[in-house]
Nanobody, 125 residues
Framework: EVQLVESGGGSVQVGGSLRLSCAASGFTFDDYAIGWFRQAPGKQREGVTCISISDDITYYAASVKGRFTISSDNANQTVYLQMNSLNVEDTAVYYC??????????????????WGQGTLVTVSS
C-alpha cells in the first residue's frame, strides 16, 4: 500500500524537543522529496521543511531554521524531523507529505501527492 505514516507528536514545554517520524511504503523512496507541512489553529497550512531523498538537499522555512533538522534513513524508508527549542508558535498539526520541489535539488525523479494522517504537536509555556 502506498502511504506515509507519521508518529512522534505530543506535548512539550517551551524550550523542549520532539522528534517526528514519517515511514514511507509502497513506492521507490529515493525518487521523492518528503517533508512536513503544519497547520496551527485558525491559520493556513505552512510548509516547514523537506529533504530530497536521493541527494539529501534540504529546505527549511525561516521560522524553523536552526531549530529543526530533517533527515532520512533510506534503509528503513523513514524521514525524521528533530525539533528543538520549541516555542508556542510551533503548536500545530504536522503532516508528512511528498514535495514536488525541495530547495535546489534537481534529483527528484517522481512526484505523487501523498499525505500522512497528521500528528499533533502542542507546546505550552
Amino acid at each position: 500500500e502506498v502511504q506515509l505514516v507519521e508518529s512522534g507528536g505530543g506535548s512539550v514545554q517551551v524550550g523542549g524537543s520532539l522528534r517526528l517520524s514519517c515511514a514511507a511504503s509502497g513506492f521507490t523512496f529515493d525518487d521523492y522529496a518528503i517533508g512536513w507541512f503544519r497547520q496551527a489553529p485558525g491559520k493556513q497550512r505552512e510548509g516547514v521543511t523537506c529533504i530530497s531523498i536521493s541527494d539529501d538537499i534540504t529546505y527549511y522555512a525561516a521560522s524553523v531554521k536552526g531549530r529543526f533538522t530533517i533527515s532520512s534513513d533510506n534503509a528503513n524508508q523513514t524521514v525524521y524531523l528533530q525539533m528543538n527549542s520549541l516555542n508556542v508558535e510551533d503548536t500545530a498539526v504536522y503532516y508528512c507529505t511528498t514535495w514536488p520541489v525541495c530547495g535546489y535539488s534537481t534529483s527528484i525523479r517522481r512526484y505523487v501527492e501523498l499525505w500522512g494522517q497528521g500528528t499533533l504537536v502542542t507546546v505550552s509555556s
